[in-house]
Structures are given as C-alpha cells and as structure tokens.
C-alpha cells in the first residue's frame, strides 16, 4: 500500500482536478469586487500554502541530516525543496497575473510579494548549492533551508504586520459557503498532486543514493 | 441614468404581439450598452489573464513531471548498466 501511495495520489488528483476545474466555472459566482479574475485564487492560494509546507518539511529535513548526518533526510530535503521551486514559481508567476487582472499592476512590491519571492530564491541557492555545491556545502546548503523555513511566518504575518494590498490571511474563512465549497476541492487535488510527485522524487531519490552505494561497493570488490 | 425602464403596457401591444418600445430614450440605451461594452471587455480580460495563470500552473506540474519521468528512465537505464557490470564480473 505504502509503495503504490504516489500512484494513488496522482491517479486520485485527476478526476478531482476536472472536478474543481468545472466547479471554479460552472459553479462558482463571480466576486462582487475582483469578477471573474477572482477565479484564479482557487489555485493561487493552495501553490501558496504548498510552498510554505514544502519549506517547512525542507527546513526540518535538513536540519536532521545535519544533526544525524541521514542520507534520507537530505533526500526528503531535496525533494521538498524542488517541488517548493515547482510551488513557488507557480505562486510567484499567477500572483503577478491576478494582480495586473485586479490592481492594473502586476507588481506592487508589498511585504507578501517580496518575502514569498526571498523564500523562492533560498529554496533556488539551496538546490544550487545542493545539485552543484562540492561535498563540504551540505552543511551550508542545511543552514539556507532552515533559513527558509524561518521565512515562513515572516510570509504568513506579512499581511498583519505591514501595509499592504494583498487580501489577508481570514480570506479564505471569510468566503461564502459556494465559494469555499469549490475552495477545497482545488486545495485537495493540488495537495494530491504535491503529495504524488513528491514521494516518486523521494523514492527516486534512495534508489540513486542506493544505486551509488552499490557502484562504489562494486568498484571496491572489482579493486 | 433612469434605471426604472418603462415597459410597454399592454394597451400598446397590436393583436400579432407587435410591442413597441416605449420609455426609453436613446441616452439610456446608449448608456446600458456602453456599461455592457465594459463588462464584456473586463470579463475577456480576465477570462485572458484565467487561462495564462491556469496554463503556467499546469505546464509547470507537466514540466516537473517530464523531469521526473526522465530521471527515472535514467535511474533504470544506471541500475541495467550495474546489472551488466556485475553478471560479467560473475561470468
């Protein structure tokens, strides 16, 4: 059961996926300030969420490979910090487009914007550094992403703590019932989807770390 | 702009169900169909800004599954090389 959980998640994200799609238009009334662009926080907000969760997990990972010196928990680390690169990219990059639908402007330089993109650029050094960086940087590369995962409620109270013009953290326990009836659906197949790719790169991940092992045990014996 | 519009009443209406348009001046439809114009230009506008947020989500998820898929027949590709390796070791 465990070893099929990536094909579970993933096969169960597709219908969901057409299922929310078909909800977010057929189903859910357009804001009475934003309109129809409004139908693009629907799955806004779920890459958001996703790449602060996959921070977090990122953060706690490396700082157990750096205590325990686990290869797995450099491998979770690794894996999270891509799918956060995936998240984030994709919240930096609708963000902007909803803003230029809704403010005129895609860009408007407020605390949420600027910290969720700072939080992008650590989790893009620490896969540099982790892909690219010699042996001795695994422990420079665990500093950045405990450093990201620091960054995560600095992006959570931006909203409360600054002047900004990003809706706030209450919006989603704010909306009406049609709307957030179509809210979960596109957060759950997002999170099925995340959860999906995730444990295949995880797994990916042993295997190559297993694979090398192997490589050098054969080497040694052939030595 | 009158927002009341006046319809035409019954007496108006011929026996073939002809209604004329009464109470309407030519401003006021004008104005309703500029304010139509605008909400049409608005939603294609953001039905246009819909599909790229839409398409760079998924071309995004596709884009990192691709990556995915290649590192896997990569991985099998090492692991039938090892196999090789170490049956002609044994042969």
Not at chain 1, 152 to 176: C, D, F, Q, R
């Amino acid at each position: 059961m465990r070893r099929l959980l990536p094909e579970l998640c993933l096969i169960a994200a597709m219908p969901l996926l057409v299922y929310s799609v078909q909800r977010v238009f057929l189903h859910t009334p357009n804001e009475r300030t934003m309109g129809t662009a409004f139908k693009i926080f629907f799955f806004h907000v779920p890459m958001g969420w996703l790449i602060m969760i996959m921070a977090v997990i990122c953060g706690i990972a490396a700082g157990v490979q750096l205590r325990r010196r686990s290869r797995r928990a450099g491998c979770v680390a690794l894996a999270a910090s891509e799918l956060g690169f995936v998240t984030g990219l994709g919240v930096l990059l609708t963000g902007p487009i909803w803003g230029h639908a809704t403010w005129g402007t895609p860009w408007t330089g407020d605390a949420r914007q600027v910290s969720t993109a700072l939080l992008w650029l650590i989790l893009v050094a620490y896969l540099l550094l982790r892909h690219y960086g010699p042996r001795t940087s695994e422990r420079l590369a665990s500093a950045l992403a405990i450093f990201g995962a620091v960054n995560v409620p600095i992006i959570y109270y931006a909203v409360k703590v600054w002047k900004t013009m990003h809706p706030s953290n209450e919006v989603v326990g704010k909306l009406p019932p049609e709307m957030r009836a179509s809210f979960w659906p596109c957060l759950l197949a997002l999170v099925l989807v995340a959860l999906g790719l995730f444990a295949v790169r995880i797994r990916q991940l042993y295997l190559a770390d297993e694979l090398d092992e192997a490589w050098v045990r054969s080497q040694d014996r052939a030595a | 702009m009158d927002e009341t519009i006046k319809q035409p009443s019954k007496e108006t209406t011929t026996p073939d169900g002809y209604a004329p348009v009464v109470g309407r001046s030519l401003a006021d439809v004008e104005k309703l169909r500029e304010l139509e114009g605008q909400a049409a230009a608005k939603t294609a506008s953001d039905y246009e800004h819909i599909v790229w947020a839409y398409g760079v989500l998924w071309a995004l998820f596709a884009a990192y599954g691709l990556f995915l898929w290649r590192r896997s027949a990569r991985l099998r590709a090492d692991m039938d090389d090892l196999r090789r390796t170490l049956d002609a070791r044994r042969a």
